[in-house]
């Protein structure tokens, strides 16, 4: 059993930056790869980013790359994602994931969620 709760979410214009963080507790959390998705009103939830369990490999949708960072910090048992130059298009709920694969990019390859955080990108 795992518990993720994210953190970090808020209101930001266009341009700005805010960064996620997402704890995990209930099992060990080393050893198992983590992703980020998202959800936009009307739309389905979609890949973001993931990482391996040491941090040494990451994933990202194309939409997000050079933009997003994700990273961990196992120590803490929190991942974490850095968003930069943020456009309307990003507004959605951002949910962190347990990953059976730092390559998976579908819902059902992930095995927990958490309750998300509200990310709100204006112009």
């Known amino acids: 059993q795992v518990q993720l709760v994210e953190s970090g979410g808020g209101l930001v214009q266009a341009g700005g930056s805010l960064r996620l963080s997402c704890v995990a507790s209930?099992?060990?959390?080393?050893?198992?790869?983590m992703g980020w998705f998202r959800q936009a009103p009307g739309k389905e939830r979609e890949f973001v980013a993931a990482i391996n369990w040491s941090g040494s490999n990451t994933n990202y949708a194309d939409s997000v790359k050079g933009r997003f960072t994700i990273s961990r910090d196992n120590a803490k048992n929190t991942v974490y994602l850095q968003m930069n130059s943020l456009k309307p298009e990003d507004t959605a709920v951002y949910y962190c994931?347990?990953?059976?694969?730092?390559?998976?990019?579908?819902?059902?390859?992930?095995?927990?969620w958490g309750q998300g955080t509200q990310v709100t990108v204006s112009s």
């Open positions: 209930g099992r060990t959390f080393s050893m198992y790869p």
């Open positions: 994931a347990k990953a059976r694969s730092w390559i998976a990019t579908a819902q059902n390859e992930y095995d927990y």
